[in-house]
């Protein structure tokens, strides 16, 4: 899914600070949408492949 709407809706249920847990993180796009709107992230992803694309993908939006 589209990090930005992800976006609208994690602004949507919660305040900037607050941990969203995410159980099937994929390749990340609510950890993307968390780290652009100011909220702390919890993801698990059990495919290494996915966790790895993931968090390429955060490093190139600048986010470690």
Do not use: H, N
């Amino acid at each position: 899914k589209p990090a930005d709407w992800m976006r609208e809706w994690i602004e949507r249920w919660t305040e900037p600070g607050d941990t969203v847990c995410d159980l099937f993180a994929g390749m990340g796009p609510v950890a993307r949408a968390c780290a652009a709107s100011g909220r702390r992230y919890v993801g698990a992803e059990l495919d290494p492949e996915r966790y790895r694309q993931a968090v390429d993908r955060l490093a190139l939006d600048g986010y470690r």
